[in-house]
């Protein structure tokens, strides 16, 4: 089967050796911005080509600001707006994914939200963060924090469990289905 790959590329973000830390193991100072670019020109490339997706799955913390995007700069948009979120959490988030400067990269889309406060949001804040704009968590690993896991029970979310990974494409493929029958 032929498939098309869309990349989105900056040569100023992306054309590092380490996808988000340097070879000493440190975050990148700009990876907030490097995120938000990330996620607008999915957006973007999706609205462009006049995609309409019933699911937007975001995976890992990388991606986790999508669904606070979706629902306040692209809540309007007819191929975006009608999309349920899944949003898949890895033990590999760090303690601090975003530093301060996530408040200012966000403000220059006004968007607020009383999590950001101006200092850096902590990995449990920011899957808090996370869970009030989503449709469904999959916990893609059994390392998951007490905490993060009490702030999504709270939420009434549908969550699909770490699981087998042999078991995990039916499960997932029942739980999206699951999903979109809650319109």
């Known amino acids: 089967q032929r498939m098309q790959v869309y990349f989105i590329d900056n040569d100023d973000f992306f054309s590092r050796k380490g996808t988000v830390t340097d070879k000493e193991g440190a975050l990148y100072a700009d990876n907030c911005e490097r995120s938000?670019?990330?996620?607008?020109?999915?957006?973007?490339?999706?609205?462009?080509?006049?995609?309409?997706p019933d699911i937007i799955h975001?995976?890992?913390?990388?991606?986790?600001?999508?669904?606070?995007?979706?629902s306040t700069l692209y809540k309007d948009d007819p191929a975006l707006s009608g999309a349920k979120v899944v949003f898949s959490i890895y033990d590999m988030t760090p303690q601090t994914p975003f530093g301060e400067e996530l408040t200012q990269v966000l403000e220059y889309d006004d968007i607020r939200h009383e999590l950001l406060d101006g200092t850096s949001l902590r990995r449990d804040?920011?899957?808090?963060?996370?869970?009030?704009?989503?449709?469904?968590?999959?916990?893609?690993?059994?390392?998951?924090?007490?905490?993060?896991?009490?702030?999504?029970?709270?939420?009434?979310?549908?969550?699909?469990?770490?699981?087998?990974?042999?078991?995990?494409?039916?499960?997932?493929?029942?739980?999206?289905?699951?999903?979109?029958?809650?319109?």
Request: glycine share 4%; with cysteine; net charge negative.
């Open 125 to 183: 804040d920011l899957y808090k963060l996370i869970f009030s704009y989503v449709d469904g968590l999959l916990f893609a690993t059994s390392d998951v924090s007490d905490e993060t896991r009490e702030a999504a029970s709270k939420l009434s979310l549908p969550v699909m469990d770490y699981d087998n990974m042999e078991e995990s494409i039916e499960a997932v493929d029942a739980f999206y289905d699951r999903l979109l029958s809650k319109k």
């Open 36 to 52: 938000v670019f990330f996620i607008r020109g999915v957006f973007e490339t999706v609205k462009k080509l006049r995609w309409v």
């Open 58 to 70: 975001c995976q890992g913390w990388f991606s986790g600001l999508a669904p606070l995007y979706l």
